[in-house]
């Protein structure tokens, strides 16, 4: 049995957790990443249905719809800084500080993405702008309340830096899974050959979601509570992210490299305008399967043996060269258009993996340096960024694609839409493929260059995991790190 079988289905010497809890934990993540692809995937697509009659009143339903998701980030904003201070003071009477956040927040997630997805064609524009932005924010909220707790829980199961690293990439691998059901359900479902619409596919995933994520809410240990955190006031709270720099700079880097990640809203549309049909996305995504599985899976075994942000650099610059290449080539090429994505799905696919395995080391390096224990805030800035870069990235092609004359037409699938005989301008078709191929490849180059500046290493991490956890003084500490923080 090889090293990284080994480490799923038994517990590795000096790990804490057990198999039973960790598939919890990973069908957790299967469960809430199906919901949020779902949103992330096919809400543009479904906006852009529901609303494209308002173009008869005179309205650009594009920017219409663009507009309302930004304005609802003025409440996220506040949303998340609220409950991560909330998040800090609560003390639940069994001791636990995250798992009774995902007991709550359990029947919320499926019942606000449904509501998400099922905006009466039947009423006025006023009255579906209002829906929308009570949906979102109520979905918004929901997302918030399981989200802080299933990525700080890593951090009360474990103080075993290469078991939370383990555990959070093998995680990114059943995050894809759960993905993967949305994609299908969403593009197949709503396809030109079973002829439904996205209230099903929503009502699917939640149901799916539910059954997923219901075993970590009773299987999940904290073993590690930690201090008490920190009584938080709104400038205390300023002032441990004033001193926590690689939260901040991991997270602007992540905004532009998020916001400007496009491609999965544009992808049943690149498929329909530029290849002729919605499903051919899925074709590509399978044959892009295999390959990107395999490496995905070897995340945890290339991070014992190279610093994880030096990994994340390199995989970075290789996405931003094959994304290049990939637009220059053009669409004209289905072979050539499948090879490049299968190439591109492979740094992308590891990224996606350890995108998230540096807020609980920014975390111990946050409580190293100040002395104050934050979970809830850092994790907290983690959400916020999520969300936010994603009603950005869902919001740009849509304001881009209306200023390039982009026809939106009332439907309710892609079958309606092929019936109804609507072609875009030569223009609007250029744009989709810029936004689809070099506008990421943009993004991941300015967030780059921000992470270059990253330069907390792992070895650091343990000693300042140790320390935080009173194994070693803070003058063994300092004496064993690699450099002065």
Same mark, same amino acid.
């Given at each position: 049995?090889?090293?990284?079988?080994?480490?799923?289905?038994?517990?590795?010497?000096?790990?804490?957790?057990?198999?039973?809890?960790?598939?919890?934990?990973?069908?957790?993540?299967?469960?809430?990443?199906?919901?949020?692809? =779902? %949103?992330?995937?096919? /809400? *543009? &697509?479904? #906006?852009? +249905?529901?609303?494209?009659?308002?173009?008869? @009143?005179?309205?650009?339903?594009?920017?219409?719809?663009?507009?309302?998701?930004?304005?609802?980030?003025?409440?996220?904003?506040?949303?998340?800084?609220?409950?991560?201070?909330?998040?800090?003071?609560?003390?639940?009477?069994?001791?636990?500080?995250?798992?009774?956040?995902?007991?709550?927040? =359990? %029947?919320?997630?499926? /019942? *606000? &993405?449904? #509501?998400? +997805?099922?905006?009466?064609?039947?009423?006025? @524009?006023?009255?579906?702008?209002?829906?929308?932005?009570?949906?979102?924010?109520?979905?918004?909220?929901?997302?918030?309340?399981?989200?802080?707790?299933?990525?700080?829980?890593?951090?009360?199961?474990?103080?075993?830096?290469?078991?939370?690293?383990?555990?959070?990439?093998?995680?990114?691998?059943?995050?894809?899974?759960?993905?993967?059901?949305? #994609?299908?359900?969403?593009?197949?479902?709503?396809?030109?050959?079973?002829?439904?619409?996205?209230?099903?596919?929503?009502?699917?995933?939640?149901?799916?979601?539910?059954?997923?994520?219901?075993?970590?809410?009773?299987?999940?240990?904290?073993?590690?509570?930690?201090?008490?955190?920190?009584?938080?006031?709104?400038?205390?709270?300023?002032?441990?992210?004033?001193?926590?720099?690689?939260?901040?700079?991991?997270?602007?880097?992540?905004?532009?490299?998020?916001?400007?990640?496009?491609?999965?809203?544009?992808?049943?549309?690149?498929?329909?305008?530029?290849?002729?049909?919605?499903?051919?996305?899925?074709?590509?995504?399978?044959?892009?399967?295999?390959?990107?599985?395999?490496?995905?899976?070897?995340?945890?075994?290339?991070?014992?043996?190279?610093?994880?942000?030096?990994?994340?650099?390199?995989?970075?610059?290789?996405?931003?060269?094959?994304?290049?290449?990939?637009?220059?080539?053009?669409?004209?090429?289905?072979?050539?258009?499948?090879?490049?994505?299968?190439?591109?799905?492979?740094?992308?696919?590891?990224?996606?993996?350890?995108?998230?395995?540096?807020?609980?080391?920014?975390?111990?390096?946050?409580?190293?340096?100040?002395?104050?224990?934050?979970?809830?805030?850092?994790?907290?800035?983690?959400?916020?960024?999520?969300?936010?870069?994603?009603?950005?990235?869902?919001?740009?092609?849509?304001?881009?694609?209306?200023?390039?004359?982009?026809?939106?037409?009332?439907?309710?699938?892609?079958?309606?839409?092929?019936?109804?005989?609507?072609?875009?301008?030569?223009?609007?078709?250029?744009?989709?493929?810029?936004?689809?191929?070099?506008?990421?490849?943009?993004?991941?180059?300015?967030?780059?260059?921000?992470?270059?500046?990253?330069?907390?290493?792992?070895?650091?991490?343990?000693?300042?995991?140790?320390?935080?956890?009173?194994?070693?003084?803070?003058?063994?500490?300092?004496?064993?790190?690699?450099?002065?923080?």
């Amino acid at each position: 049995m090889s090293k990284l079988t080994e480490k799923i289905t038994k517990t590795p010497r000096g790990w804490d957790t057990k198999p039973r809890e960790r598939l919890s934990y990973y069908l957790y993540f299967c469960g809430q990443n199906a919901i949020y692809n =779902l %949103v992330s995937s096919f /809400l *543009t &697509t479904y #906006l852009m +249905f529901s609303f494209a009659s308002e173009a008869e @009143t005179g309205v650009d339903p594009l920017t219409l719809t663009a507009g309302i998701m930004l304005v609802v980030k003025i409440w996220d904003a506040v949303n998340d800084a609220i409950f991560g201070v909330i998040f800090d003071k609560v003390r639940f009477k069994s001791g636990n500080k995250f798992v009774p956040w995902l007991k709550i927040s =359990l %029947v919320f997630i499926p /019942l *606000t &993405t449904v #509501l998400l +997805f099922a905006i009466p064609n039947s009423l006025g @524009t006023n009255a579906k702008l209002a829906w929308l932005a009570i949906s979102y924010i109520l979905w918004d909220t929901a997302y918030t309340l399981c989200d802080v707790p299933i990525f700080g829980v890593i951090t009360a199961m474990s103080e075993n830096l290469d078991e939370r690293n383990s555990i959070l990439s093998y995680k990114s691998i059943w995050s894809g899974i759960g993905s993967g059901v949305a #994609l299908i359900l969403g593009t197949v479902l709503v396809g030109e050959y079973v002829h439904l619409n996205y209230t099903v596919v929503a009502v699917v995933c939640a149901v799916f979601a539910l059954i997923t994520m219901i075993p970590a809410c009773f299987r999940l240990e904290e073993r590690y509570v930690g201090d008490r955190d920190e009584e938080f006031t709104l400038r205390k709270m300023f002032s441990y992210l004033a001193k926590n720099k690689y939260l901040l700079i991991y997270y602007i880097g992540y905004f532009f490299y998020s916001s400007a990640n496009v491609s999965v809203a544009l992808n049943l549309f690149v498929s329909f305008y530029l290849f002729n049909n919605s499903q051919f996305s899925l074709i590509v995504s399978a044959i892009s399967l295999v390959p990107s599985a395999i490496f995905a899976f070897l995340v945890p075994h290339f991070i014992r043996r190279m610093d994880k942000m030096k990994l994340f650099r390199i995989c970075t610059l290789a996405a931003i060269a094959l994304s290049v290449v990939m637009w220059a080539v053009g669409y004209s090429s289905i072979v050539w258009f499948i090879v490049l994505s299968v190439l591109r799905s492979i740094p992308v696919s590891i990224l996606g993996v350890m995108l998230f395995l540096f807020t609980p080391d920014c975390a111990e390096y946050g409580k190293f340096k100040s002395g104050i224990e934050a979970k809830g805030i850092t994790f907290s800035i983690q959400t916020f960024m999520v969300k936010l870069t994603a009603a950005i990235s869902a919001a740009i092609p849509m304001f881009i694609l209306g200023l390039s004359g982009w026809v939106s037409v009332n439907v309710n699938n892609f079958d309606e839409l092929a019936r109804s005989g609507v072609t875009q301008t030569p223009h609007a078709l250029s744009v989709l493929w810029f936004l689809y191929v070099l506008l990421p490849a943009i993004g991941y180059l300015i967030a780059y260059f921000i992470w270059r500046f990253y330069d907390l290493n792992d070895h650091d991490v343990q000693v300042m995991t140790d320390c935080n956890a009173g194994k070693i003084t803070r003058e063994e500490a300092e004496s064993l790190l690699s450099k002065k923080y």
